[in-house]
């Protein structure tokens, strides 16, 4: 129930449960864990590292569980926006009023998982448009419309519409535009923030060495040590761990690359959103 009067009821949104990467994402650990196990234990004779094959589907069933939304609730006088089950056991706030939203813009943002493809951060197209939240508080939301496949492009799903709808036929009942607040930006810088939007995350050639890798370095590893010592779980775990390295440090550099590009295209979409209902490219000081 929301914690502030919201008012009457206009319109429900219910997000999918989990993504569709989130569920592929499942049923590989689980595949890979029924085929590995098994071989594994044929040919060393013992389960004694069973937790490598066994932990992976467990975690990502945990996440999914974890990360399961709640609906959007659009209200007459405010909103009750979406809070992954671990959140809501926080008892973090849902509910705003439309006093309280500063700005409401159209958003662009990673469906669960997509950042995590290699291949996607390398063109870095695969997003989806949602609806970027800022409020008095200083806090931000993303209203995250999930679709049921996955589409490689920005296209708008019918939720997103219908609650696009909602609102600006609210917000203009209001008498108030969706961005309240937003930085002065020239011509020139404006263009620059779209040029750096435009290019890759990293090239492809990187990213391709960099998730290929642990291929070649698990194995020669593996090789160099059982050659020396006797390979335990705590050296197999730690031999893992360096072929991994080169594909964690591209997934991170590509994370940290992502959220800058992302900080431009809201910057340039809640300038566009002032700008279109406004009729001025001059914010207020």
């Known amino acids: ?24 994402l499942l049923m590989m650990t689980v595949l890979v864990a029924a085929v590995g196990l098994p071989l594994w234990s044929a040919s060393r004779g013992f389960y004694g590292l069973w937790w490598l094959w066994g932990a992976p589907p467990v975690i990502v069933l945990l996440a999914i569980i974890l990360g399961k939304p709640s609906s959007l609730r659009i209200y007459e006088k405010g909103l009750e926006r979406p809070l992954p089950l671990w959140k809501r056991a926080l008892g973090l706030r849902r509910a705003y009023t439309y006093d309280e939203v500063v700005n409401l813009y159209p958003r662009l943002y990673y469906v669960a998982g997509a950042l995590m493809s290699p291949f996607a951060a390398s063109v870095g197209t695969v997003e989806h448009l ?27 799903e019918e939720g997103y519409r219908k609650v696009v709808e909602e609102l600006r036929d609210i ?16 011509e020139e810088e404006l263009e620059g923030m779209k040029r750096v939007a435009a290019k890759p995350l990293m090239s492809f050639p990187l990213i391709v060495l960099a998730f290929f890798s642990p291929v070649a370095i698990i194995p020669l590893l593996y090789t160099a040590v059982a ?23 591209m997934l991170l550099t590509s994370l940290w690359r992502s959220r800058r590009r992302h900080h431009f295209l809201r910057e340039i979409s809640k300038f566009a959103e002032w700008t279109k209902a406004t009729g001025t490219a001059k914010p207020p000081t």
């Open 1 to 24: 129930m929301p914690d502030v009067d919201l008012g009457d009821p206009r319109f429900e949104y219910r997000p999918l449960p989990a993504s569709p990467i989130a569920i592929a």
């Open 130 to 156: 949602g609806l970027g939240l800022e409020f008095k508080d200083g806090s931000e939301a993303v209203l995250k419309f999930i679709p049921g496949t996955p589409r490689f492009s920005q296209g708008e």
């Open 171 to 186: 917000f203009e009942g209001l008498g108030r535009p969706w961005v309240a607040q937003v930085a002065e930006y020239s």
């Open 227 to 249: 050659s020396m010592v006797v390979v335990d779980s705590i050296l197999l775990t730690t031999i893992v761990l360096l072929g991994l390295s080169p594909t964690v440090a």
